[in-house]
């Protein structure tokens, strides 16, 4: 099994920025596609950004690109998650999840980290 903990989230003012980590554990992080996600009570969990297991391909939700940026260093067995001009409607709970390359879903999940903007 894959544990993933996520950090770096926080309250920040509108235009600010933060910057995610999400640390795993448990099995060769290399192996994994890596994603970002986020949900707000009430709505469903949205894709951010996901990084293929190199590094090499990135892609991004249309309301954050240009914004986010996602990266990783496997030497570390962490994901980042860089944020830049954040809007309060980026205000959720962010997860980081795993991918095995060989399946569609995500099947290891972090326990989320609140990021919260003001306005």
């Known amino acids: 099994q894959v544990q993933l903990v996520e950090s770096g989230g926080g309250l920040v003012q509108a235009g600010g920025s933060l910057r995610l980590s999400c640390a795993a554990s448990?099995?060769?992080?290399?192996?994994?596609?890596m994603g970002w996600f986020r949900q707000v009570p009430g709505k469903e969990r949205e894709f951010v950004a996901r990084i293929l297991r190199t590094g090499g391909n990135t892609y991004y939700a249309d309301s954050v690109k240009g914004r986010f940026t996602i990266s990783r260093d496997n030497a570390k067995n962490t994901v980042y998650l860089q944020m830049n001009s954040l809007k309060p409607e980026d205000t959720a709970i962010y997860y980081c999840?795993?991918?095995?390359?060989?399946?569609?879903?995500?099947?290891?999940w972090g326990q989320g980290t609140q990021v919260t903007v003001s306005s």
């Open positions: 999840a795993a991918q095995a390359v060989l399946r569609r879903e995500y099947d290891y």
């Open positions: 448990g099995r060769t992080f290399s192996s994994y596609h």
